[in-house]
């Protein structure tokens, strides 16, 4: 998937959750629009997979559903200290 594309998709998914939150919407229907515009965000590797990773787990601790979402864990340092490559 192209770099354009992604952020795009990030940025109608971040649009969606805002306009929701601005109407009063309920979680539920906030966890829906998150499932409706991130599906296939999630399975992105490589470098792109990164940092669609962080910008998805921040979007959700901002509009307060980082709980009620399913995203990758964040990677794990190693014993060493340093994380994974992706």
Known sequence: MQTIELMSRLHALDSALTSCQRQAIAVGELRA?????????DEIGGNDGEWVDVLLRRMATRHGILGLVSLRPPPQPDDGGTLPEA
């Open 33 to 41: 629009v998150w499932e409706l515009h991130s599906h296939g965000l």
